[in-house]
């Protein structure tokens, strides 16, 4: 199944020219997840390969205007275009009002049901079961100068390989029974029977994507972020602003490489970064420098996880 | 004294690509005032010629979110550069709540003082003093399908005409003594004492802009609207949809242009196009047919009002 990540808002704390304020869409085939909601992001959504209305679930990290404000605006539109469909709203401790309240701003009228879901750092929130998909979303525990969460994303865990040669072997051939097989069903070969574990490889994990949202350099990293296929971290700041970083409860660029390089992240992307940096290129670089395969993606940018062998 | 407006959103009902919600920024040399502030205001601001800091008065039409749902997120970002000047905040009946509910939302430091004024249809609220501009802003009653207001923007009234030939004529030399008599000072001339009222027409009107919000046709039009040099008007439909703008409490480009004939408007902008033309053109063609003096404008478009002789 295909995992996509979509960069709709890279910049944090005000929008600039160059970059809308937080939001991180993950389109899996039936599930659609929205990593905090900036304002202006139901427009992004517009310019980027995701429908608004298509969204499952929205997840906010923390109640700074930068990562929320786009909700309301969301929210409405959806209900102007007579969405019926659930939307789930997971955030941390406070979410209930602040949904409430957002709810209540003027005048419209919601046309779809909201679940509100406090996170509670370690317990998975599922979204999608079966052949929906089946992602599980565990908030951890960061540090900011709010309280703030991050999430990580995991896929259910994969079939293993399917050795073709060993089949053969066993006399089964090419076709429909490879592929009853790959799917876990036994098959029978002149009176003999073939169960997938004789074909099979060990199940593999699935993919697992971690979401920082704003968060100080976190030494050590959480345990959950280890062997990560996708690092998104935070870099508010170059290096030259590490005290002012830790200050304010941000990352810098090598902070965020160090990381990913501790915990053996497949790749990783630098997002929320500060107006100052018009460019991200300076950011990129210097995380490169630690951690050679780190991005800085410009807004609209989507990127397919890789499923790693 | 120059007044531009400057058309930052001129969508309705939800953002599309081609279109940001309802944001118009108008330019005095002192003063900026804003009329709505849909999701997306400060980012379109940062694109146009206006700094998101020099506002210095915020009118609100009415509490449907395309139009105000960018007021939290203009304010957050004004007190995280550190705002100090007041701010006000104009809107109708109830404004005092939503404000205060917006200025609630999340973690954030307000930076400087915002006074909120409740909008009665008929008081003027002064924008500025002498040489500050001292503009006036009047709202009126529009009819929408929430309660509803739309402002009248008046200049203070402009000395008359000078007559330089009859200055001339009466022996006053060119140069610094025009320019006293233009600014209203009494000049001597070889013992000869010269008035202002001996050189200088009857004083003249200021402008008048006219920013109605979204309404329905209103027939007749609004008294103030009389003269106006331009009315921005709402033509959120074409007239084969007659019926359900006046449903919806919306106006077609039609009837704009008719209103804009009857009050001999100097010119007719129309802005909040329903999300279903991606073009304005069609809404502009309709409006020239019966005002030829009829335009649509795109995002970002900015023009300043001439003065009439």
Redesign the interface.
Known sequence: MSLRLVFLGTGG?????EA?VSALALRAPKQTLLFDCG??T??QL??SSVSFMSITHIFITH????H???L??LI??MS??DRKKELVIVGPEGIED?TK??L?????TLTFPIKVITAVPGEGVTAGEGEDGGLTITPFNVEHC?PGIGYAVEEPMRPGKFDKARALELGVPEGRLFSKLQKGEEVEVEGKKITPGMVMGPPRPGRKVIITGDTKYLDPPPEIWRNCDALVHEATFTKELEERAGEYGHSTAEQAAKSAKKVGAGILFLVHRSPRYKDPAILEEEAKAVFPNSYFPKDLEETDIPLRD
């Open positions: 704390s005000w929008p600039s020219k809308g304002e202006g139901q427009r517009m310019f109640f700074h205007g930068d929320f404000l786009g309301p605006g409405q539109s102007l275009n602040l309240t957002l209540g701003l003027g005048y419209f709010v």
